[in-house]
């Protein structure tokens, strides 16, 4: 499908940016970074300007970006919050996915450039269009360090004599490979990071919560401080979730050099390699045999290597990255 638009010239804005979102805590996090650039930015509609970036896949922002292109606009779309439903809509063929994808395509007829933070959404982004991809990784987080053990262990009841594994499945959709990880290694704890309220979860999943093994111990609520509290003391970190994985919490596991073990997703197949950086599964199968040679030390441990993959992901190197790339 091809768009075209007549094009009328507009007076200069002297490479105005125009941020135009409607997810106002991600605006804020942008607008943080363009404060430290050099890049000129406004949110007033009335400003003269000559870019708009974008960064909502829905109907007004697209209609908004449209008009906007017709007039002479350049549209910036950072893709960063749209990521993992592109991966996810990209694989499928059902008819939501179809409109999802429709309204992706939409956007990039009209696009100048796409920012994106995996390789994966570039490798989609660029199959059918020829267009500027740049690839700015997600920013490491700053992770809490100066709790004292003690209180950790006192704070959230934890085992302190044992080798303790975090397991995130935060709908508690992935149970059953919980529950035979726990029976089959009794000696360890295993920290199980996931809440669904009973109304949203089948009997199965209910009967399984409240009769948890007695080495589960289940966090119900998290945060980055939760989270990095809990990781300080751990040994393994497990993602059973795929594209429910808030990346956030992979980059503490890395940051903290506890070994990660996570679920194969199409968003991160090039950031996470198996037994390269990371141990990687499909299946339950799959799950207990890596499980199995990591705590038998019967492979590498990789978290060296998966800490320097993330380590320059810093905020001075995004900004160097905005600088360079934005206009």
């Not at 003269?48 to 974008?54: C, E, V, W």
Request: glycine share 2%.
């Amino acid at each position: 499908m091809y768009i075209s638009f007549w094009l009328v010239k507009t007076n200069s804005g002297d490479n105005m940016i125009l941020v135009y979102m409607e997810n106002i805590d991600f605006m804020r996090k942008i607008i943080n970074y363009l404060d430290n650039t050099n890049v000129k930015y406004t949110t007033n509609l009335s400003t003269n300007y000559d870019y708009i970036l974008i960064a909502e896949l829905n109907n007004k922002v697209i209609n908004f970006a449209k008009e906007q292109y017709q007039i002479g606009k350049k549209i910036i779309f950072l893709s960063y919050l749209e990521e993992k439903n592109i991966s996810f809509y990209y694989q499928r063929k059902s008819k939501k996915s179809k409109d999802y994808l429709k309204k992706l395509n939409d956007i990039l007829l009209i696009t100048s450039k796409v920012f994106v933070h995996f390789e994966a959404t570039r490798k989609i982004i660029t199959e059918n269009k020829e267009i500027p991809v740049i690839i700015v990784p997600k920013e490491i987080p700053v992770i809490n360090i100066s709790k004292n053990n003690k209180d950790i262990y006192n704070k959230y009841k934890i085992k302190r004599r044992v080798k303790k594994i975090i397991v995130v499945d935060n709908e508690y959709k992935n149970i059953e490979k919980l529950y035979v990880l726990a029976n089959t290694y009794p000696k360890y704890n295993f920290i199980y990071f996931g809440y669904n309220p009973d109304y949203l979860i089948s009997k199965k999943q209910r009967d399984m919560i409240n009769n948890l093994p007695s080495n589960v111990t289940l966090i119900k609520y998290n945060d980055l401080n939760v989270f990095s509290d809990v990781c300080k003391i751990s040994d393994i970190v497990i993602f059973l979730e795929d594209y429910g994985i808030n990346i956030d919490y992979v980059y503490i596991t890395l940051l903290f050099k506890k070994q990660l073990v996570i679920k194969e997703n199409k968003l991160f197949e090039d950031l996470f390699i198996n037994s390269k950086n990371a141990y990687t599964f499909k299946s339950k199968e799959d799950l207990l045999l890596k499980f199995k040679k990591i705590v038998n030390n019967r492979v590498a441990n990789l978290t060296d290597v998966a800490y320097f993959l993330i380590k320059d992901n810093t905020f001075d190197e995004i900004i160097k990255k905005y600088n360079a790339y934005l206009i």
